[in-house]
């Protein structure tokens, strides 16, 4: 019985001193040599880039929080090029729609299993990134996901850059690494708008702690209440009707509670139907099947119609504060669309630049790739490739120990670290 209490204890003062950012566990998933890297990237040819850099994979699991300031475990993977002279920057790879908990980047790893993950990380990590890929918060691990959601994103986000620090201090010796204070942020579709998302996030909230070098938002719903309803509503032909429900209940769902009643909002059968389909186990593809011809279908009338013309209706409150258009970013971004894209119009895009630079941002790009090229899926590696060959431009790699970052290790170094140390604040050295 005494050690039960013990137990007990120890669970207690777990929860009461945990903190987001925190690692909780961490376990080797994949390595790569430049040649197996070479093997896997020549199907692009000329396009990928070549490695420089042998890499390992990790699976983590750390603590984030939420809005209401509860403690909530995350997970993803961390690709980290090996080189145990170098200081690296730091790629957060946020990937596109998942639906399928199994499909999470910390499940499959790196491999064919999730191509997008497996094409960011060969792209990014052999070339001197060490590379965040967050599962983001519900997929991969229990509840929902919040989708098309701007806070949870950059909670993720910066909850796991935390945990990568402690990752650095926990790795075994013969793989240490260390990173320096470059941070880029990088994904498309959903990846695109949680890249905007946890931009838009650090830069108003966490600005003291982590400054962006550069962000590549590429194909995202950022317009969600203007662009993304107006597309909606004119009956378009979809080809993932799913994406609707998803939206609408992870909206429900984040701002009233799982137990909101449906019945209130969908038409009885797809009140019924939503909860099961969206726990993690069932596949876009098997949704659609059973989706009607037009996704707002599925929505009660009176409520689609106090939607379309009432600007206090739920639907229209929680777009409104999800759209990513009432702030400026500070850091270079680079604003990727294909005119082609038939899920996500390039509006959406054209829309956020346009309001970024008429309120003063000095530092954006808009980059539209021509219809030809093909459409929302056919883009994505274009763009991440595109994004990628930018991002070489602002990378800086830092001998390990250059802790002024000035590419001379010298006196000041050693006093910077001292000075670190002895205050018992640590920072990415």
Not at 166 to 193: A, E, H, V
Not at 225 to 232: A, C, I, K, L, P
Not at 262 to 290: C, K, M, R
């Amino acid at each position: 019985l005494r050690y039960k209490y013990i137990f007990v204890l120890i669970l207690t003062l777990n929860c009461i001193f945990t903190e987001p950012g925190d690692l909780i566990t961490f376990n080797q998933r994949n390595s790569f040599t430049i040649e197996g890297i070479e093997i896997l990237l020549e199907n692009f040819g000329s396009l990928a880039p070549s490695p420089i850099y042998e890499i390992l994979v990790y699976e983590i699991e750390y603590e984030s929080h939420n809005s209401d300031s509860t403690i909530d475990t995350l997970s993803g993977l961390v690709s980290i090029p090996q080189d145990p002279t170098k200081s690296f920057p730091i790629a957060v790879y946020n990937h596109g729609t998942i639906i399928l908990d199994s499909q999470a980047p910390s499940v499959t790893g790196f491999s064919i299993d999730n191509f997008e993950i497996l094409l960011a990380g060969l792209v990014t990590t052999p070339s001197g990134f060490i590379t965040l890929f967050p599962d983001y918060k519900g997929i991969g691990d229990p509840g929902f996901h919040p989708y098309i959601i701007a806070e949870p994103h950059t909670l993720s986000v910066v909850n796991m850059i935390r945990s990568v620090e402690n990752l650095k201090q926990q790795i075994d010796t013969p793989n240490l690494f260390q990173f320096n204070s470059q941070i880029f942020l990088l994904g498309y579709s959903d990846g695109g708008y949680a890249t905007l998302a946890s931009q838009r996030g650090i830069e108003l909230f966490y600005q003291n702690e982590f400054q962006i070098t550069a962000s590549f938002p590429m194909a995202g719903p950022y317009d969600l209440s203007g662009t993304m309803v107006d597309y909606f509503l004119s009956n378009p032909e979809y080809s993932q009707p799913y994406y609707v429900p998803y939206v609408l209940i992870s909206h429900l769902w984040y701002y009233q509670g799982v137990n909101v009643d449906l019945n209130d909002y969908f038409e009885p059968f797809w009140a019924d139907t939503l909860p099961v389909l969206f726990d993690g186990t069932h596949s876009g593809g098997e949704i659609n099947v059973i989706m009607p011809e037009d996704p707002l279908d599925i929505i009660l009338p009176d409520v689609l119609d106090d939607f379309i013309n009432n600007e206090d209706n739920i639907f229209n409150q929680t777009f409104q504060q999800n759209t990513l258009l009432d702030w400026v970013p500070n850091s270079p971004t680079f604003l990727y669309h294909g005119m082609g894209d038939q899920i996500v119009p390039y509006q959406n895009a054209q829309v956020a630049y346009q309001n970024f630079t008429d309120n003063g941002a000095e530092n954006i790009e808009l980059i539209l790739f021509p219809e030809f090229l093909g459409g929302h899926a056919q883009l994505a590696p274009v763009c991440l490739i595109s994004g990628f060959n930018t991002m070489l431009n602002y990378q800086t790699i830092n001998q390990k120990g250059d802790i002024d970052e000035n590419n001379i290790i010298d006196l000041e170094d050693f006093y910077l670290l001292e000075s670190s140390v002895l205050s018992n604040q640590f920072n990415s050295y």
